[in-house]
């Protein structure tokens, strides 16, 4: 019997999630959620389903005695089972802090065009205009701005509410000109950038730990109409557990176009979101308005390994010795694949993308990746050093 028979409580059944065993009818189910103001006292009206809070109302509340707590709690419930987004209006209320990082990412998006860098691997080449890494270029450009800009009360009231303190900020400029095309629905990092046979891999509750790691957002540097194409929503979406495996599939993609919605936003507006929403950006119909918004990757301070691991000195070492038991059949090709995914860093961020592009998908090579392939190549030890460092190098620079 189990241990679990007299308690009442009767578990799912444990079962993987996979493309083809999504079930439509329960993402469908999933969605038939209503947002109601009992449920986000704090907001100053619901539109589509999605709270709308305003940058004055919430400085009052949270710097109130308790007020911090009660606004943050339920910033995080519209995240876990809510609506799954919220935005915060005029978020940014001094305009000029606005303008002036503005005018810093058009001096980079044009200097990074003159020297063949940037892209964005969402768009066809010269659609659209992505500043990797926005951040730390602003930073290292004006360091002012960057401070007025990132010390925004705001972006840190949201990150708080989904992480907690400590969290790690990183962002991309996403600059899309008139005609610029929509995206197609997806979820975001860490599972959504993989394939879905990839993901498929991970058992399901980490799937729903994913969501918990990041935090998805969006400051909007310039009115956004909806002819302009703001992001595409579908409230609750990220309720449904098997959403990493199933948001390629069609009928779920169909789903998504019939019933998404978008907001209006100014400039200064800031829109948060649980990267498991279903969401894309959507098709820039203006003729005259290049839509730029910056996008806000955050992670949790939870994602990070105990120790600190010389994996680039590991990978040498074990490497000529791999090699040989390959040769020699002295281990089996699983044996020698758990051997490199202990050794070696098995994931492909962070990076910088300008150096180090997305090969074939939506992430760069890995470290383990690269043994792998020099390991199936039967690459010269002196080659695979090499490699090793030149993919180091790209990672660093």
Not at 298 to 326: H, N, W
Request: aromatic share 8%; glycine share 6%; net charge negative.
């Amino acid at each position: 019997m189990s241990a679990l028979d007299n308690t009442g409580y009767t578990p799912e059944p444990i079962s993987w999630y996979t493309k083809q065993t999504a079930s439509l009818s329960e993402f469908l189910g999933s969605l038939k959620g209503e947002t109601l103001e009992v449920d986000v006292p704090s907001a100053s009206a619901i539109e589509k389903n999605i709270p709308i809070y305003h940058a004055d109302q919430l400085h009052e509340l949270f710097t109130a005695a308790e007020g911090r707590q009660t606004v943050l709690a339920e910033l995080g419930q519209v995240l876990l089972q809510g609506a799954g987004t919220f935005v915060i209006r005029n978020a940014f209320q001094d305009k000029t802090v606005l303008d002036a990082a503005s005018e810093i990412f058009n001096q980079i998006i044009a200097r990074e065009k003159l020297s063949g860098s940037g892209g964005d691997h969402f768009a066809k080449a010269g659609a659209n205009d992505r500043i990797w890494n926005s951040m730390q270029k602003l930073c290292e450009q004006n360091p002012l701005v960057f401070a007025s800009y990132f010390g925004n009360d705001m972006v840190a009231l949201g990150c708080e509410a989904w992480l907690g303190p400590n969290y790690k900020m990183a962002s991309q400029i996403n600059l899309v000109r008139p005609g610029g095309e929509a995206q197609e629905a997806h979820r975001d990092y860490h599972l959504g950038f993989l394939p879905s046979d990839q993901a498929a891999k991970y058992p399901p509750h980490l799937h729903h730990m994913s969501a918990a790691l990041t935090l998805q957002a969006g400051i909007a540097h310039c009115d956004m109409p909806i002819e302009s194409g703001p992001t595409k929503l579908l409230p609750f979406s990220q309720r449904y557990g098997a959403g990493y495996v199933a948001y390629t599939r069609e009928d779920f993609r169909e789903v998504f176009e019939t019933r998404c919605v978008q907001l209006d936003l100014n400039k200064g507006d800031l829109l948060f979101f649980n990267p498991a929403l279903y969401h894309a950006a959507g098709a820039n119909k203006t003729t005259d308005l290049a839509r730029m918004a910056n996008l806000l990757q955050v992670s949790s301070a939870f994602g990070q390994p105990m120790e600190t691991i010389d994996r680039i000195g590991m990978c040498r070492l074990i490497y000529p010795v791999l090699l040989e038991a390959k040769l020699r059949d002295k281990l089996t090709v699983h044996e020698i694949e758990n051997a490199v995914t202990c050794a070696a860093d098995c994931y492909a961020f962070p990076t910088s993308l300008d150096n180090d592009p997305p090969v074939g998908g939506l992430a760069p090579q890995t470290q383990k990746d690269l043994a792998l392939q020099a390991l199936e190549e039967n690459w010269k030890f002196e080659k695979y050093v090499a490699a090793l460092q030149q993919q180091l190098d790209r990672r660093r620079t």
